[in-house]
């Protein structure tokens, strides 16, 4: 259901791009995990890129990949002495659309999207902690994404955005027996791309 929703994405990105403005972006970012029940926030940074299409003044449609470089992490520590991390990896393909308020060369925006978040999780432990390694995948999820920021023209074709996206999903480890979590997470992106 997810490969037939993205490439059907696709095909209207690129019917609709052959004749409507496109626009190509990069991004980068800080964000922070909102899990439940868990007891500190971990840090993440993603990178990705969007390519929108818009379909009426304002309104523009795409899909994007979002990628965290540096995972989600948290350190363990037992009588004061670290003894290992846990990274929890995250990876997004979807769809969003964007609305622009306004018409000048700065312009508020809200977004909403929908995709397959994707990832893993492991435990590094240190050195001489009696601890081992290990590995866990997590079963593919579809999530949501909200949010909103601003969006800035330079000359005819360059553009900035600056946007906050709050990520809605639940994961599950994929081993028998074990239960879905909220593994909900926010980010502010920084991006820079061209219209077409």
């Known amino acids: 259901m997810m490969k037939m929703f993205i490439t059907l994405l696709a095909l ?8 409507a403005q496109t626009t190509l972006l990069g991004f980068v970012g800080y964000g922070q995990s909102a899990f439940e029940d868990q007891d500190d926030a971990a840090g993440y940074i993603p990178v990705g890129a ?4 818009e ?14 470089v540096v995972p989600f992490t948290w350190e363990y520590e037992y009588a004061g002495t670290k003894v290992g ?6 990876m ?12 000048g060369s700065l312009r ?15 435990f590094e432990a240190e050195e001489n902690s009696g601890l ?6 997590y079963k593919n999820a579809f999530g949501f994404n909200v ?6 023209d330079f000359g005819e074709t360059k553009i900035w955005m600056l946007e906050f996206v709050y990520h809605i999903v639940s994961r599950e480890a994929d081993v028998a027996g074990s239960e879905s979590f909220g593994a909900n997470n926010w980010a502010l992106h920084l991006g820079a791309g061209m219209k077409f």
């Open 55 to 68: 379909m009426s003044p304002g309104l523009s449609v795409g899909a994007e990949v979002n990628y965290a």
């Open 85 to 90: 991390e846990t990274k929890i990896n995250q």
């Open 147 to 152: 949010g909103g920021g601003l969006t800035a």
């Open 108 to 122: 508020p925006h809200v977004r909403g999207g929908a995709g397959l978040y994707m990832g893993n999780g492991e």
């Open 12 to 19: 209207a990105v690129i019917a609709v791009g052959a004749s």
């Open 50 to 53: 969007e390519i929108m299409v």
């Open 132 to 137: 081992l390694d290990s590995d866990v995948d």
């Open 92 to 103: 997004i393909l979807g769809g969003l659309a964007r609305f622009e308020m306004g018409q």
